[in-house]
């Protein structure tokens, strides 16, 4: 058995609380750090939903619900993660929360894991002292339904590391494990980005309605939805940050973010979360 056994998650957005969901279901010691009371409370009650809905739709039962409860601990404070043997970090203001995490932890083999897909791992961990104990985990949305960890290793991750992290996350999670370079994209987003950008193109001149090019690729192509339905479930604003951060690192035009998907990110059309994007939601998502 994997010797990782006490984890933890800062950050517990959509993403944070659907990792420490799945570290929990997984009998792991769990700790979930957030910046203050309400962040918590939110945190409680996305993975509470969560969990519900694992259970109506079949994917677990009762007492592992109850189980996976009883492996969480809430904190609001980063001290509380001294003893954790890995921590993935899902804030925004990443080198600030790794240095933080990096003076805070005890053991000398903790791993410090990004869930970041934009920022180089090679840069978050150079901001550490533990630059070989520092990677990227990239859990994709759903992290409890999505089988999928992209991982990355900077250019001084230790391979030791990376193979004992890889073990972890394929045996004691469950998941399937890619490795990928430390570059902007990884694997899948370097895929999958300029495709929707493209769709995003193509809606903007007018070429075809996002319902008709939605439509194109889901019956005639077996994509289980379309381009703009997908870019709406990510959240727009988080495939322009991604595109934004692919471009930067590539120059290259087909990562630059149109001005539409720009236009509709200034102007609150989000997506599924905020109600409306290239389609309308009538359920915006928490």
Not at 5 to 24: D, L, N, P, T, Y
Not at 76 to 100: H, M, N, P, Y
Not at 165 to 175: H, I, M, N, P, Q
Request: proline share 5%.
């Amino acid at each position: 058995m994997n010797d990782i056994r006490r984890v933890a998650v800062v950050g517990a957005g959509q993403m944070g609380s659907g990792i420490a969901e799945v570290f929990a279901r997984a009998g792991l010691d769990t700790v979930v750090c957030e910046a203050g009371r309400d962040a918590l409370r939110a945190a409680r009650s996305r993975i509470d939903r969560s969990l519900h809905r694992a259970v109506d739709r079949g994917r677990i039962n009762e007492q592992q619900r109850t189980d996976a409860w009883a492996h969480l601990l809430f904190a609001d404070d980063l001290e509380a993660l001294a003893d954790r043997q890995l921590v993935v970090e899902d804030e925004r203001v990443k080198t600030e929360v790794l240095s933080t995490l990096d003076k805070v932890l005890v053991a000398d083999d903790a791993v410090l894991a990004t869930n970041t897909s934009a920022i180089p791992v090679t840069r978050l961990g150079i901001t550490t002292d533990r630059a070989s104990h520092v990677l990227g985990l990239h859990f994709f949305n759903p992290a409890p339904v999505m089988p999928l960890v992209e991982l990355v290793a900077s250019l001084h991750t230790a391979p030791t590391v990376l193979d004992r992290v890889e073990a972890f996350t394929r045996d004691t999670l469950g998941k399937h494990v890619i490795r990928s370079r430390d570059r902007a994209g990884f694997v899948v987003n370097a895929l999958l980005v300029p495709y929707l950008l493209s769709a995003v193109r193509m809606a903007e001149a007018g070429h075809a309605s996002p319902a008709d090019i939605d439509a194109g690729m889901v019956h005639g192509c077996a994509h289980p939805m379309g381009p703009l339905q997908l870019a709406d479930l990510i959240g727009l604003d988080t495939v322009q940050a991604i595109a934004e951060s692919m471009y930067e690192e590539y120059k290259e035009p087909l990562y630059a973010p149109p001005p539409l998907l720009s236009r509709m990110v200034e102007a609150g059309l989000l997506g599924r979360k905020s109600g409306r994007g290239f389609h309308v939601h009538h359920a915006a998502s928490a």
